[in-house]
């Protein structure tokens, strides 16, 4: 539900974001193991081309949907592929999802101007 004072969606805690991140990484290293013998270059590209797509379609990953998150504009909106492209690229460069802002948000998500958002 947003907040009502400024409109924008609650961000999401920090553990169901992990919980999020390791199901998705388990799913690609998963599929890597299977087909490139789980090179780690192989792993990355398979978390970044699967979150990207899941998060320019529906706005989640499966790691997302099974921790009840989406992926949102401030303004509760989806994300969209060009937004979904610019945050997943910043996730997968690791030291801009580990820099947060003062509303809990990492610095992927303020790039690509989105918030990742508690769906139930």
């Known amino acids: 539900m947003p907040n009502a004072a400024t409109s924008a969606p609650p961000v999401a805690s920090m553990g169901r974001r ?3 991140l390791f199901v998705d990484w388990g799913i690609a ?3 890597s193991a299977g087909f490139f013998q789980n090179h780690p270059m192989a792993t990355l590209a398979i978390f970044a081309l699967m979150t990207w797509l899941m998060l ?3 706005s989640a990953t499966i790691g997302h949907a099974i921790a009840g998150l989406a992926v949102r504009t401030p303004g509760g909106g989806f994300a969209g592929p060009l937004r979904a492209l610019v945050r997943t690229v910043g996730l997968c460069l690791v030291i801009p999802a580990v820099v947060w802002g003062p509303d809990g948000r990492g610095l ?3 790039w690509a101007g989105t918030v990742i958002t508690r769906v139930r």
Do not use: G, R
Request: aromatic share 0%; hydrophobic share 60%.
């Open 18 to 20: 992990l919980v999020a």
């Open 29 to 31: 290293t998963a599929i």
């Open 56 to 58: 320019s379609t529906l």
């Open 108 to 110: 992927h998500d303020m």
